[in-house]
């Protein structure tokens, strides 16, 4: 059972710029493909980004593709997602998640799911 913490989220302008972590432990981290999603107020959860086992190949939502960036640290068991040029837009509950195999953009496809950290963004 693997077990995910997610950090880093909080009140921030318009321009900022945030780095969630998302901290796994009980299981061999390495072995799991990665991912962010997010929902918004009243939204459905939507894929971000995701990274594979080895942290060598990542892919992201197209319209996320510049401002997000998805790295993992595998001797830390920690995944990462900087944001930079926040938007209210991107006002969220950002989630981490995490499944054996690839990583896919399919929220049904991922076993472990932390709490969510919240972003507030303020125009």
């Known amino acids: 059972q693997v077990q995910l913490v997610e950090s880093g989220g909080g009140l921030v302008q318009t321009g900022g710029s945030l780095r969630l972590s998302c901290a796994a432990s009980?299981?061999?981290?390495?072995?799991?493909?990665m991912a962010w999603f997010r929902q918004p107020p009243g939204k459905e959860r939507e894929f971000v980004a995701a990274?594979?086992?080895?942290?060598?190949?990542?892919f992201y939502r197209d319209t996320m593709k510049g401002r997000f960036t998805i790295s993992r640290d595998n001797a830390k068991n920690t995944v990462y997602l900087q944001i930079s040029s926040l938007n209210p837009e991107d006002t969220a509950v950002y989630y981490c998640?995490?499944?054996?195999?690839?990583?896919?953009?399919?929220?049904?496809?991922?076993?472990?799911w932390g709490q969510g950290t919240q972003i507030t963004v303020s125009s």
């Open positions: 009980g299981g061999t981290f390495s072995e799991y493909a």
């Open positions: 998640t995490a499944k054996t195999g690839v990583p896919t953009s399919t929220a049904t496809a991922y076993d472990y």
């Open positions: 990274i594979f086992r080895s942290g060598r190949s990542t």
